[in-house]
Every structure is written in structure tokens, then in C-alpha cells.
């Protein structure tokens, strides 16, 4: 299981989803361009100390995400793209431990090509008054789900 952030935006809610997946033990892909630099002082603040317990890739753009993506990919290798123009509810999919998920930019989601290339757009259920949550809430939101149907959460500590 993998979480990808696509040019993220901010760096609290990189820094924050760099300490869930260190926290989870899952692996992190970061799709640059970024909009901050990644050794930016507020994203290590937002990470604390986690940093050195990520297991991190950075990818200097889509297309070198997508090739490196594409050449290890397996029959259970997937990519699942969380979206507000989802047409699954996250919680109604089934994952698999080999899937990533991948998360849009902040300013503006995703372009319709990475749209086209995920195996499924999941979408949380919101109010209608209601346009979209924060990227790092939605991610944990959706890695949680994904890890409790993998049973990919680690084990607790005694």
C-alpha cells in the first residue's frame, strides 16, 4: 500500500501525510513540482520527527511517476485516485495491498490525463453544501479504510 501526493501545494499537509505514512508504515510517493520546497523548515515542522522513518520517493513529475509506476506494476498493483469527480464512494471499494492512493493538489486536483490513467476515481460522501475536506484529512480518511480491509495497519505495540 501507497499513498502519492500529486504537486502538492502546502507544506502543513504534505508534512502531515509524511507522519501518517511514517506512523502506518506505508510508503510515501511525492509528484513534484511541489508549490513549497520539499526541505521547506515548515514541512519538517509539520512532520516532526517522522521524517526519518518515511519511506519516501519523490518523482520530479507526472510522467516519471507514471513510467516508474507503469514498468513495476502487477495484477494487483492499482491506482486509485481519491476525487470530489469520483463516481465510488471510498468506503464502497475494495482494496488490495498493492494499490496507491493518490491524492490531487490543493489549488486544483488533477489534470483529465492522470485522471484517465487511474483504475479508479473515489469520491467521500459529502453534504451538499459542502465542496471538498482538506487533502490530508481525505487521505487519512481513505488510507484508514484501505488498511482496515487489507488488515494493513501495523501490529500494536505491547
Known amino acids: 500500500m501507497r499513498l502519492a501526493l500529486f ?48 519511506e519516501m520517493r519523490r518523482h520530479p513529475s507526472w510522467t516519471a511517476f507514471w513510467t516508474g509506476f507503469q514498468a ?5 498493483r492499482r491506482l486509485l485516485l481519491l476525487t470530489t469527480g469520483g463516481d465510488c464512494p471510498y ?18 486536483g488533477v ?9 479508479a476515481r473515489l469520491v467521500i460522501p459529502l453534504r451538499a453544501d459542502c465542496r471538498s475536506l482538506n487533502v490530508a484529512q481525505a487521505g487519512a480518511m481513505a488510507l484508514g479504510e484501505a488498511l482496515r480491509q487489507t488488515g494493513g495497519f501495523p501490529a500494536p505495540q505491547p
Open 91 to 108: 468506503t464502497d471499494f475494495a482494496y488490495s495491498l498493492g494499490d496507491t492512493l493518490l491524492l490531487g493538489r490543493e489549488s486544483a
Open 7 to 54: 504537486q502538492p501545494d502546502i507544506p502543513q499537509n504534505c508534512g502531515a501525510l509524511i507522519r501518517l505514512t511514517a506512523a502506518l508504515g506505508v510508503g510515501l510517493d511525492v509528484i513534484e513540482p511541489c508549490g513549497f520546497l520539499l526541505d521547506d523548515r515548515r514541512l519538517k515542522r509539520a512532520g516532526l520527527d517522522y521524517h526519518a522513518l518515511a
Open 72 to 76: 513495476s506494476r502487477g495484477a494487483d
Open 111 to 119: 489534470p483529465a490525463e492522470v485522471h484517465a490513467a487511474a483504475d
